[in-house]
């Protein structure tokens, strides 16, 4: 089932994620609702307060047409080890369309969490798999990717925000 993104500002999307306790049939519906409506956006991340529940769930694919899909529904997913090398990549973000920024993040990261079967796993992400990894964590974090910006650029895509927002109320 797609579910509703939430747009910035949204005072939710600057809230910390709870960890999630313990993996319940509803939570590994709502990874699977969070891919479903990931993919149908299109994007390539999505996590849990994107979608108005405060709890620490991402999804990702980073898998473009080139491929079959390779998604990953991560529960309590956290980075344990980053290079010191860097990327810059030019974001983009479900929750604030169509705007976009250059991002500068580890170009590799180590990532542990719990799979949608309960099992802990690690794995190393690089490239753009890297970046989405940490952009959504940023997510379950309270971050979002305009926070790396000027404070003059991010109040300019704010207000291009409240404006969509209040074009999207009235129609």
């Not at 699977?32 to 299109?42: G, H, N, Q, R, V």
């Not at 620490?56 to 956290?78: A, H, Q």
């Not at 949608?116 to 952009?135: I, K, M, Y």
């Not at 404070?151 to 404006?163: A, E, G, W």
């Amino acid at each position: 089932m797609k579910r509703p993104i939430l747009i910035h500002p949204d005072p939710r999307l600057k809230k910390v994620a709870a960890p999630v306790a313990d993996l319940s049939d509803d939570l590994r519906k709502l990874g699977d609702d969070m891919l479903e409506t990931m993919y149908d956006a299109p994007g390539i991340g999505l996590a849990g307060p994107q979608v108005g529940v405060l709890q620490r769930v991402l999804v990702m694919d980073c898998v473009k047409d080139d491929g079959p899909p390779n998604p990953f529904v991560m529960f309590n997913p956290e980075i344990i080890a980053a290079s010191d090398d860097t990327n810059i990549y030019e974001e983009g973000c479900l929750s604030i369309p169509e705007q976009y920024g250059e991002v500068e993040r580890p170009a590799e990261v180590e990532v542990r969490w719990i799979d949608r079967d309960g099992n802990s796993r690690e794995d190393v992400f690089a490239g753009l798999w890297a970046t989405c990894v940490q952009h959504e964590i940023d997510h379950l974090d309270g971050k979002l990717f305009i926070d790396y910006l000027s404070p003059m650029k991010r109040q300019m895509i704010t207000r291009k925000m409240q404006k969509l927002k209040r074009e999207r109320a009235r129609a």
